[in-house]
Nanobody
């Protein structure tokens, strides 16, 4: 059974930083990438960042490029999202996802497994 568990969310002031973690277990041998998405109230879930599990390829949404960084710890089966220079518009529930689709998908349909989400709130 696949489980993705996010942690690290919270309340931070504008300009601050947070690091989200996603601990994975039970992933199939053929999974390819892990990603982060976010969903603000009344909006659709949107892509934030993704990373291939094997190798170092990454991709970011334009809105977070240069501020956010996705990384992984193979030994811990954990992927991280380091978020710097946070802005109020970054406020959302952040979701971790894992998928078997080839490449680095930027859409929700490219991922097969999802965590429960962690709230990030940036105060102005």
């Amino acid at each position: 059974q696949v489980q993705l568990v996010e942690s690290g969310g919270g309340l931070v002031q504008t300009g601050g930083s947070l690091r989200l973690s996603c601990s994975a277990s039970g992933l199939p041998f053929n999974f390819n990438a892990m990603g982060w998405f976010r969903q603000a109230p009344g909006k659709e879930r949107e892509f934030v960042a993704a990373r291939k599990w094997s190798g170092g390829s990454t991709v970011y949404a334009d809105s977070v490029k240069g501020r956010f960084s996705i990384s992984r710890d193979n030994a811990k089966s954990t992927v991280y999202l380091q978020m710097n220079t946070l802005q109020p518009e970054d406020t959302a529930v952040y979701y971790c996802a894992a998928g078997r689709t080839f490449g680095l998908p930027r859409t929700t349909s490219g991922y097969d497994y999802w965590g429960q989400g962690t709230q990030v709130t940036v105060s102005s």
